[in-house]
Nanobody, 122 residues
Framework: VQLQASGGGLVQPGGSLRLSCAAS????????VGWFRQAPQKEIEGISC????????TYTDSVKGRFTISKDKAKNTMYLQLDNLKPEDTAVYYC????????????????WGQGTLVTVSS
């Protein structure tokens, strides 16, 4: 099971970016998958998780209404659309399998893999 994030970059506040997560070794329909991020000098936090059974997606409050998950099953790729970006969104973003436990998004299993850096700055 491998998930590889890409698409990060430098963007101005209020701008948009789309991150990609390519899955290999399994189909995206097999497990719940989501996005995590680690801001400088902070712990990794789960920001979104989408179910593999009903496509229900959970977002953490700080990104709700601004970030959107989508999946292209033909390409076995998941995306995260980041809109209205804020400086506090600056972080390394990772994709991984996920669980939602009492509203908190956590990694289910597998390694983190290589993340992609998003920097929001003017």
């Amino acid at each position: 099971v491998q998930l590889q994030a890409s698409g990060g970059g430098l963007v101005q506040p209020g701008g948009s970016l789309r991150l990609s997560c390519a899955a290999s070794g399994f189909g995206l329909d097999y497990y719940a998958v989501g996005w995590f991020r680690q801001a400088p000098q902070k712990e990794i936090e789960g920001i979104s998780c989408t179910s593999n059974t009903d496509d229900r997606t959970t977002y953490t409050d700080s990104v709700k209404g601004r970030f959107t998950i989508s999946k292209d099953k033909a390409k076995n790729t998941m995306y995260l659309q980041l809109d209205n970006l804020k400086p506090e969104d600056t972080a390394v973003y990772y994709c991984a399998t996920c669980l939602v436990v009492l509203g908190d998004i956590t990694k289910a299993f597998g390694s983190w893999g290589q993340g992609t850096l998003v920097t929001v700055s003017s």
